[in-house]
């Protein structure tokens, strides 16, 4: 069954199929999208990221959560964990937000009763976040919700953005940076710097 978390303004639910004209509307938005690396052209392109998510849930990897307000209904972004690695029991976080209803707090409300689904029932002891060092808001929010800057990518791949920041939060029983290797599925070609505390 499907985790579904609540907030005292959100609910957070699984991405349905008929949710994908909002996904198209968030994940083909210009303003909404510099940071990210997804984005879709059309509406049919955007079944890719539906697939996507629905791939996480099947196979115990992620789960990508849609955020609905409770007063209007309106799904106003996603925040999703993904690339678990039981393992090593890490994970990467993610989020985006339709522009309107960005500065209104929305992803430091949502982010965690996230982090504590994930801590609690699948005993995730490390969280990474990639941040582009231009995005100041989710820098500012990654901080604010407990994480550390521990390393910088310098990516050189084409149509990607250059430099990142690799934001980490991590619970007692973590191994050391250098014991859990930094990696992103299918991604290859960056280097990585670690920060030095």
Known sequence: MFP?????????KQV??????????????????PYNGVYYKTLEETKAQLDW????????????WKIESR???????????????PEHKKAEIGYWLLPRFWRLGIASEVIQPVIDYWK???????????VEEENVASVKLM?????ANVAR??????????????QCREWSGA?????LPIERAGHKGFKVTVVAN
């Open 4 to 12: 579904e978390l609540n907030t005292e303004r959100f609910v957070l």
């Open 16 to 33: 349905q199929a008929e949710d994908q004209a909002f996904l198209f509307e968030g994940l083909s938005d210009p303003v909404a999208m």
């Open 53 to 64: 998510y629905e791939k996480n849930w099947t196979e115990g990897t992620g789960i990508n």
């Open 71 to 85: 007063q209007t209904g309106e799904s106003v972004g996603v925040i999703s964990v993904y690339y678990y690695k």
């Open 120 to 130: 609690t029932e699948k005993n995730l002891h490390r969280l990474e976040a990639f």
């Open 143 to 147: 901080e604010k919700a407990g994480f």
């Open 153 to 166: 990518i310098d990516d050189k791949r084409a149509n990607s953005q250059p430099k990142q920041n690799i």
């Open 175 to 179: 191994g050391s940076l250098q014991e």
